[in-house]
């Protein structure tokens, strides 16, 4: 029933199936694990981004082709290969193993970094007993480690560069992580470490970081890193990009035939917006200097707010209608209809600061970050779509912090961009938003073979309980979920005690193309990554998708999609209702100790309140279907230290099982062949149909073993097309 986990080692084409034992009907479905081989020949990999025009005034940066990187040939187990967790040797490695790569902005650093999967020593030797009994082999795959891990993403401001490096050293990431002695034992003592690094702090902190860290920056071109980023994300993460007008997100899933050509628009400190043509190919096209440093700086300086969160937050209560002057205060509340403009269009952001009596201090400081906000995105979202009609462009994706997920500025976006395309042309955003750079950079390392990874190939997991340790159940408010760090990470840091459920946003919407005063009043911004939904990525280095499919990237493995509302109540109320089953099993399968009751409960409130914030918002963590939400609970079990909650059930199963195994094979063995066949097939059936997880077969579940429910309805089991195919002779 349970397929064979992936081995990172082996690099095996091999099944992840879940069955989940249930209580609920519809709940008991098997759920393909999504998987990844990047281990495919890396002298095969291609940078995509030494093609790259170099079109820019003035950009002639030295790419590090040649430098290797994670090279993983010749690699072998040390030692025994059945002990637990081996160690690696990667003879041929450079002592430069690097995971981390980084983009120094004018006001944020992007630190995109790599770490190794910790689930790939679960049970490694029975992996292979299996395999080997099997005969499976590696077909022509490399029979070598591949590289799984995770891709994580962390910001921090630039002014705060000391944190950065503090949070570097800390986790080695600038030798290869803490994890290193995995890879090379020998990585860790290395003092010539190279880090990627983009955007201008690479050039204007290069020396802090030899001087602190002991690494010298390789710096890669911010455009290149840029256009690499974003073609990587569109291409490898389903559901990257999505449309928000008037308060609604929508998803889109592009189709890598036809990405190009596209528009990029990098909305950072400054804007810059790129013609992209293909993969390295691209041209800047025009830039401007208004932009998320602008709305940042000038509304401090208007408001005296102390962080852009609080500024953005103030936004969300302001009224624009005070400060800007409205065609309607022009045309003396009338519409000026003979060229579209109704009253309240704004005809000039701040007008109204000219006529009325008033200083600064008159004004509330959140109808200024309003009107602020407002202006300049509008303005943005103008200019792009000016430059995609120079070029006859459809689409244009928005990228950069200054977005932030922040529903008014993408619904004003897409305003400007629809109202002077006439409909034409489409405002797309990227959940990665900020860091298509930092991606970029990350991907001109050259042999850890990501530029090879397509759709699939990576998931997307979000950080989903609070970790445990001590006895206690530590972790950060979930509102804070992931803000810098996942949970786990920042326990280490900080080490605060749940504290709330999941903070409820309001609807984030505005309305009316982002011109009217949002609705959402009064209301928190909700914390960084939940903000921008931005999870940790998954590298899981076994098997292809479904390679038979014809369009495997096209393939979509939810058929349950969970943005129709009534279908999420429905498994909400499922899942909810189901909760304290599977607590009770989840805490059975550690033994029922105390520590394992406090670790349920503290998963039960975890899961809860992610629960109760999809309800909310269900696209929070991106598209959302059923096959998620149940990954999303595993991911919750395991953050709280459940690595299977059926466990013990299975247990139970399989010692079932076996104890009757010598008598089944012995039945099988006095059968004639065709009968053998067909009782074979029966039994792998009746085992399936109890995944499916009915009702029925729950209940029947409760009243004994899977083996036994089966014995007994064997006997019953006589279908008529037994009798006909007997009869028809086939
Ligand atoms: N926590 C934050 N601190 C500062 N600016 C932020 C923050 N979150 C979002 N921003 C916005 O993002 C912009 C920076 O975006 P980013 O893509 O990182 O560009 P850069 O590479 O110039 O740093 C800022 O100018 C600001 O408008
Ligand atoms: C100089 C920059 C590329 C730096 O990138 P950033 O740190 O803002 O992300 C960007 O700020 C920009 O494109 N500014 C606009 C300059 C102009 O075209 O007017």
Known sequence: MAGLNGDPFLGIDDNIEKLQYNNNSKEAIDKEGLVV??????????????????????????????????????????GNSE?????????????????????????LIKLVYFSRHEDQSVDDKRKKTVKERLGISNGNRRNFPV?????????????????CLDFISSKQLHRGGIDSHHWNSEASANENAVIKATGGGAYKFADLFKERLGVSIDKEDEMDCLVAGANFLLKA???????????????????????????LVNIGSGVSIIKVDGDGKFQRVSGTNVGGGTYWGLGRLLTKCNSFDELLELSQRGDNRTIDMLVGDIYGGMDYSKIGLSAS??????????????????????????????????????ISYLNALRFGLKRIFFGGFFIRGHAYTMDTISFAVHFWSKGEAQAMFLRHEGFLGAVGAFMSYQKHGLDDL???????????????????????????????????????????????????????????GGFEVPSSRGATLRSDASALNVGVLHLVPTLEVFPLLAD????????????????????????????????????????GTDDAKRRGDAFARAFSAHLARLMEEPAAYGKLGLANLLELREECLREFQFLDAYRSIKQRENEASLAVLPDLLLELDHMDEETRLLTLIEGVLAANIFDWGSRACVDLYHKGTIIEIYRMSR??????????KMQYGF
Do not use: C
Not at 83 to 107: C, F, K, M, V
Not at 151 to 161: D, I
Not at 250 to 257: G, K, P
């Open 37 to 78: 081989g990047i281990g495919e020949d890396s002298s095969n990999n291609k940078n995509n981004n030494q093609g790259g025009e170099k079109d820019m005034a003035g950009n002639s940066i030295h790419r590090s082709g040649s430098r290797p990187q994670l090279d993983l040939s010749k690699a072998e187990i040390q």
């Open 83 to 107: 002990e637990r967790d081996p160690t690696i040797l990667l003879p041929n490695q450079t002592d430069d193993i690097s995971h981390l790569a980084l983009d120094i902005g004018g006001s």
């Open 147 to 163: 590289l799984g891990g995770r891709l994580h993403f962390v910001k921090f401001e630039t002014s705060k560069l000391n944190e």
């Open 237 to 263: 993460i389903r559901h990257e990009a999505f449309t928000h007008m008037e308060g609604h997100k929508e998803f889109v899933q592009i189709d890598h035939n036809d990405l190009f050509p596209y528009l």
């Open 345 to 382: 269009t704004i005809a000039s952001s701040f007008g109204k600061a000219i006529s009325d009596k008033k200083e600064l201090q008159d004004y509330r400081p959140e109808d200024i970050s309003l009107s602020l906000l407002r202006m300049i995105s509008y303005n943005i979202g103008q």
């Open 454 to 512: 397509m759709v699939h190939h990576l998931v997307e997991r979000f950080p989903m309980g609070a970790p445990y340790t001590g006895g206690k159940i530590h972790g950060p408010p979930l509102g804070d979920l992931n803000e810098k760090i996942s949970w786990m990470e920042k326990f280490v840091l900080k080490g605060t005690e749940i504290t709330a459920p999941v903070p409820m946003a309001p609807p984030g919407t505005t309305g009316l």
């Open 552 to 591: 495997p990237k096209m393939y979509e493995p939810n058929t349950i999609d969970l943005s129709d509302h009534k279908e999420l109540e429905y498994w909400f109320t499922v899942l909810s209702g189901h909760l304290p089953d599977l607590v009770d099993k989840a805490v059975a399968s550690e033994g």
């Open 715 to 724: 006997n019953k089991m006589q279908r008529p097309w037994r009798g006909l």
